[in-house]
């Protein structure tokens, strides 16, 4: 399976993007998504995750509110849409894929699958 993630860039404090992760080589209709950031000097760290169907999500406390996932299973691709982004959301954006077993894992050790990264930086 392949993960291709894009969408990143350099934005303001307060800006928005919204990060794409296209999968291939796998039914991507059975699959946990999940995004995972890891930030300069710092641990990987749970981001968003999202059922197969989407009809179940789960957010790190850091970013609910303002991150929202979604998934078209059609085009086999999920998405993070971000706003009001702040400095502290600054690092290296991945996707990841796991079989969903029916609950939505934070650690990135049950993700089989993952993509390449996507720098998000929001400057002050």
């Known amino acids: 399976v392949q993960l291709q993630a894009c969408g990143g860039g350099l934005v303001q404090a307060g800006d928005s993007l919204r990060l794409s992760c296209a999968a291939s080589?796998?039914?991507?209709?059975?699959?946990?998504m999940a995004w995972f950031r890891q930030a300069p000097g710092k641990e990987r760290a749970f981001v968003a995750a999202i059922s197969r169907s989407g009809g179940r999500r789960d957010y790190a406390d850091s970013v609910k509110g303002r991150f929202t996932m979604s998934r078209d299973n059609a085009k086999n691709t999920v998405y993070l849409q971000m706003n009001s982004l702040k400095p502290e959301d600054t690092a290296v954006y991945s996707c990841?894929?796991?079989?969903?077993?029916?609950?939505?894992?934070?650690?990135?050790?049950?993700?089989?699958?993952w993509g390449q990264g996507t720098q998000v930086t929001v400057s002050s």
């Open positions: 990841a894929a796991a079989t969903d077993l029916g609950r939505l894992p934070r650690w990135s050790s049950e993700y089989g699958y």
């Open positions: 080589g796998r039914i991507f209709s059975r699959d946990v």
